[in-house]
C-alpha cells in the first residue's frame, strides 16, 4: 500500500526567474494588464442560473496592486498568495485545511462557507480585492457590491488555469518574477510526474466514500471543474485509463469491488472522499478496501494502490503547494 507523503517544498523558493512583462495574456481566455496602480483581469464570466444553460458575459475587473486586504472564497486563491509571500484578510475558515493556515493573517476573520457569505463582515472589513471560484461563483453580484471581485474557476485546462491565475496573481502582488518561476517549476515537475505515470501501466482512478467505490473518468480539456477534477489523474498526469470509456463501462453508477478484478488495473489511483470533507465517523477508503476481492487485483499484489492527498485532489483543486502535492503522490511510485 502506497500513502500520500508529506509535502516536499511547502514554499516557493524566491528567485530570480523569467519577468512577466507589463501586459501578458493566458491561454485560458482570460486576459491580464498591469497599469500603475491595477492589474486588469478580463474572462468569460457566467451569468446564468445553477440549473440553466451557461451563458457568457465578458467581464472586466481592475484588481488594485498590492491590496492590503484580500478576501478569498477560493482555497486555490489563498494557497497561491500565500505560496507567493502573500497573505489572506479573510476566507470560509472551516475549509482552509492545515497546510495552508499559514497563509492566513494572524487576525484572519471568517467571511462564512463556501456557498454563503458573510456580507456584513465583509464589508465591515473593507477588502480591496475579493476572489470566488469554483463552489462561489454564484456569490459574484453580491460580492462585486463591495469590491472589485474577480472569478478564478477552471477555465480550459487544469495547467492553462494554473498559469493564468498564478501570474495574475503574482503581478497583484507585485511579484511577477516569483510567478514565472513557480509556473516554470510547476510545469517541469508535471512532466516529471507523467513521464513516470507512462511507465506505471495502466491505472484506474477511484473515489471511495460511504463505504462505496466511484471510478473516475477522464475529462478532458473543456470539462467543467467537477469533472475535471476527477479526471485529473489521466488528464494532466498521463495515466492510461485501465478502460477505454469508464464512464460506459460503469454507465455512470458506483462501481463494485468486482469491477476491480475484472478490469485489474495496474494500479489503483485512490481519493478519499470522506477524509477531504471531514465525514464524521467514516471508515478511511485503505479500510474500505481492506477485503477478500481486493487482495485478487494485480495493484493489491503488486503494492500498486496509491492514496492521493484527499483535500489537494478534491477540496482544493489548484494552487502552486496543492500542486506540488499532487506531483509528489504521482512520482511517489517511481523507483
Request: hydrophobic letters at 45%; glycine letters at 10%; one cysteine or more.
Amino acid at each position: 500500500m502506497i500513502t500520500a507523503r508529506p509535502l516536499l517544498a511547502a514554499s516557493l523558493a524566491l528567485v530570480t526567474g523569467i519577468a512577466l512583462a507589463g501586459c501578458a495574456s493566458s491561454e485560458a481566455g482570460a486576459e491580464l494588464e498591469e497599469t500603475a496602480e491595477t492589474v486588469s483581469f478580463t474572462w468569460d464570466r457566467n451569468v446564468a442560473g445553477e440549473d440553466e444553460d451557461p451563458q457568457f458575459e465578458t467581464t472586466t475587473v481592475e484588481a488594485p496592486l498590492d491590496p492590503d486586504t484580500i478576501v478569498v472564497f477560493d482555497i486555490a486563491a489563498l494557497d497561491t498568495i500565500g505560496a507567493l509571500g502573500g497573505e489572506v484578510a479573510g476566507a470560509p475558515l472551516e475549509n482552509v485545511p492545515d497546510y495552508l493556515q499559514g497563509y492566513l493573517a494572524d487576525d484572519a476573520f471568517n467571511v462564512g462557507t463556501l456557498f454563503e457569505a458573510d456580507l456584513l463582515e465583509i464589508e465591515a472589513q473593507q477588502p480591496d480585492l475579493i476572489i470566488i471560484g469554483g463552489r462561489s461563483t454564484a456569490l459574484y453580484d453580491d460580492l462585486s457590491r463591495i469590491a472589485p471581485t474577480v472569478d478564478l474557476s477552471l477555465t480550459g485546462s487544469y495547467l492553462d488555469t494554473l498559469e493564468r491565475n498564478t501570474l495574475f496573481l503574482g503581478a497583484v502582488l507585485g511579484v511577477e518574477e516569483e510567478a514565472a518561476v513557480a509556473v516554470d517549476e510547476l510545469s517541469a515537475g508535471i512532466d516529471e510526474a507523467r513521464a513516470v505515470a507512462a511507465e506505471a501501466g495502466t491505472g484506474l482512478g477511484i473515489m471511495v466514500s460511504g463505504g462505496s467505490l466511484s471510478a473516475l473518468a477522464p475529462a478532458g480539456d473543456g470539462a467543467d471543474a467537477r469533472s475535471a477534477r476527477g479526471g485529473l489523474i489521466y488528464d494532466l498526469f498521463g495515466v492510461e485509463p485501465v478502460v477505454d470509456d469508464i464512464a460506459s463501462a460503469t454507465h455512470g453508477e458506483p462501481i463494485s469491488f468486482e469491477f476491480l478484478v475484472e478490469y485489474d488495473p495496474d494500479y489503483l489511483w485512490v481519493v478519499d472522499r470522506d477524509a477531504a470533507i471531514g465525514t464524521e465517523g467514516a471508515e478511511a477508503a485503505a479500510a474500505v478496501l481492506d477485503n477478500d476481492i481486493v487482495e485478487q487485483t494485480t495493484a493489491f499484489a503488486d503494492d500498486h494502490i496509491v492514496y492521493l492527498d484527499a483535500t489537494a485532489w478534491y477540496v482544493v483543486f489548484g494552487g502552486i503547494d496543492t500542486t506540488r502535492l499532487m506531483i509528489d503522490d504521482v512520482l511517489q511510485i517511481a523507483g
